[in-house]
């Protein structure tokens, strides 16, 4: 019995250590590495996803891209029928051409007006001349009035010759300085070059296809979304933690990310940077708590996680590429604070 006792004895001994070092292993736990790590399961995978749309409108004539497929940037997507582009290029270009036709005339007149002037000039001093000898023969006797007169007259219709032909040059001149005809014509050009530069609709960036909602023989207008394209790097997670675990969150904090869709990976990342303001903030209609009965809610500060692409230390298990990760997945972080 005393044997059996004392066996007794040393087993709930044992328990009792086991226990205690089991609590002294989770406080432990707790102290180097809970107590310093704020995470949240309310975190996506953010990246640059914009819909491709015309800027003009017109009939699709090639779509050169299905779905989930990968292009590069600057790869020609979708295509629109460029005949009646290309008839407005060459409009616009006769128009071009048919203005500094008219300058090109405007600076003939204006040369042919100048000439004249010079000769209605000459006229002016010959008249000017006839008219001197006329008055003094008139003076001596010599000639009559009427020779007088007429001499005066052509005096005066070769000043109005003269006064003439220099308003006609003022005239052409002040045509030939203002170009607005051919700046006119050339803004025309470049606005129907630009339009048929357009009806090529070309990828901004590299990345994949997503959700594709144009096919061949139908007419799109300006800003109708055609193509979805997501860029195939670049990507970082947006995750949204309570308002009390952002007091000792700052920029460059180390992350562990783990994604839903990837159990067995991991990827690290950083604190990029802690919004400014919550996320109700931004809703289309934001709460006002000064109406109505107020009832306390924690908010939630939205924060941006970088993704390391060359990620050194923990965790153990093997960093996946950033790039292998869609757009929206959703993912668990935990912020390592300072």
Sequence with gaps: MEQRSRIRIGLREIAIGLAVAAVLAAVAYWFLELRG???????????????????????????????????????????LDPADFEVRVARARADLEAAKNRMAQSRAAAEAASAQAHVAAVRVRHTEQELARANGLYERKVASGTQLDSATAERDAAL???????????????????????????????????????????????GDIGRKSVEVGANVSPGQPLLALAASSGNWVSANFKETQVGRMRVGDPVEIYVDAYPDKAWRGRVESISPATGAKYALLPPDNATGNFTKVVQRIPVRISLDENPSGPPDVAAAPPDTLSVGLSVSVSVRVR
């Design 37 to 79: 790590r704020e995470s949240t399961d309310d975190a996506f995978v953010e990246g640059h996803l914009v819909f491709l749309s015309p800027r003009v409108a017109g009939q699709v004539s090639e779509v050169l891209v299905d779905e989930n497929t990968h292009v590069r940037a600057g790869q020609v997507l979708v295509r």
């Design 160 to 206: 109005a010759e003269l006064r003439a032909a220099q308003q006609r040059e003022v005239a052409e001149r002040a045509a030939i300085a203002n170009e607005a005809p051919v700046l006119q014509a050339d803004a025309a050009l470049h606005e129907a070059e630009l339009a048929l530069a357009h009806a090529t609709i070309t990828a901004p960036f590299d």
